[in-house]
């Protein structure tokens, strides 16, 4: 039996890389970007208005001139204005090129126009030289990286795809992972379950968390009967990227599982870790590179395994880098056995900014339902069987 750390290590030290597409910038939300976007030309492209107003020579301002007359005007998306006299303005809207023989920007709240005339009526003591406009390229130069790839893409990014004129997005491909679920006792979720029955639901959790994730998924069911799990284990290794399984990998006589897998050319890379839920947690890898997480079959104890090891694996194997939540444990909590334990909490904001972490009493690893009145695990370290109010642990949030 290995501990947490060590089958986290096992684990990504198996990541792999994933292969890429080209999609329309209208489908790739939610996707994993593949490439940097950078920029096309300077940000912003020209030295550009940012408050509507007049546009002067600062010298004028700074020998005492406060009476400016109206050459023109100079709106949003129209060419380049010219100051010809410097004793005059410009008046500018926002977004504007800032007109040429002009260096700063009056706001309308400081002026009194009357006809073509501007009169500053503001304390412009201290007004300065370039106020109010946006230096080309000084959010960024052209060439220079505005996102990296490895990021997953939400509206911020498709705005600056947009921006850059990327029509279409290099992504990773969408990886393809199968859920199978085994039992006996197991019924599809329309069926009526008997007395001695429950309807599967580990592979309905496992498949949407895998969907937010960004992977495609489809779910099996499989009866206790190892040459079946031997027959579709090497079905599905030659047609999925990742074989995620729920259930049959403890010490029981009917958890036929791990034998299947390794009967069928699977190498265990580790199997039992010690935490509490999920300790019979399996692991391993085809001879064609097909990862294989096989987790318990009890609710809660497959849950967090997906969130605790999977999604790290999936992030580092789509070089997204997510920074480990901390949160403050909000009440004294004693676990006596030498296990890592993931305690269930709900998490919560203190005014000052800490994240508060509440444990939300259950019962046990098949207490599904209560999987709902938490937001995430608290991972309570080995070595301890006190865990004090106001210590800080890692957080693993699904909610």
């Not at 501007?118 to 406009?133: M, V």
């Not at 019962?363 to 006190?386: C, I, R, T």
Request: charged share 25%; net charge negative.
């Amino acid at each position: 039996m290995i501990t947490v750390e060590e089958a986290e290590r096992i684990i990504l030290e198996n990541t792999i890389n994933i292969p890429t597409e080209k999609v329309s910038i209208d489908i790739a939300l939610g996707r994993v970007l593949a490439e940097d976007l950078c920029a096309d030309r300077d940000f912003p492209p020209f030295n550009r208005v940012t408050m509507d107003g007049i546009a002067i020579q600062f010298a004028q301002l700074k020998a005492g001139k406060t009476i400016f007359e109206i050459e023109t005007t100079a709106a949003a998306g129209n060419p380049q204005k010219t100051l010809n006299s410097p004793q005059n303005c410009v008046e500018v809207m926002t977004g504007a090129m800032i007109p040429l023989n002009t260096d700063m920007v009056i706001r309308y709240e400081d002026l009194l126009i009357s006809g073509k005339k501007a009169q500053i009526i503001a304390d412009f003591s201290e007004f300065k030289e370039g106020q109010n406009i946006h230096l080309q390229g000084s959010d960024r130069r052209t060439g220079e990286v505005i996102v990296s790839k490895g990021r997953k893409i939400s509206s911020a990014e498709i705005g600056v795809a947009a921006t850059i004129g990327k029509h279409e997005i290099l992504v990773q491909k969408k990886l393809r992972a199968v859920v199978i679920s085994t039992g006996e006792e197991i019924v599809p979720i329309k069926e009526k379950p008997l007395p001695h029955q429950i309807r599967t639901s580990n592979s309905y959790a496992l498949q949407a968390s895998l969907k937010n994730w960004g992977l495609e998924t489809e779910n099996i069911l499989l009866p206790d009967n190892q040459d079946i799990i031997e027959q579709k284990i090497t079905e599905f290794t030659e047609t999925f990227d990742v074989l995620i399984l729920s259930g049959g990998v403890s010490a029981g006589k009917f958890d036929f599982v791990p034998q299947a897998l390794e009967n069928q050319g699977v190498k265990k890379l580790f199997h039992k870790v010690s935490q509490r839920p999920g300790k019979p947690f399996w692991f391993g890898k085809t001879r064609n590179g097909t990862l294989v997480f096989a987790l318990p079959g009890n609710p809660v104890s497959t849950f967090m395994c997906l969130n605790r090891f999977f999604k790290k694996w999936i992030d580092a194997s789509q070089g997204i880098d997510n920074q480990q939540l901390m949160a403050e444990l909000a009440q004294d909590f004693s676990f006596k056995p030498e296990l890592t334990f993931f305690l269930q909490v709900k998490l919560s904001y203190t005014q000052t900014g800490k994240i508060l972490a509440t444990p939300v009493e259950g019962h046990g690893s098949g207490d599904l339902a209560n999987l709902v009145e938490a937001d995430a695990f608290l991972e309570l370290p080995l070595g301890n069987d006190l865990f004090k109010k106001g210590e800080v642990f890692k957080a693993f949030v699904y909610r």
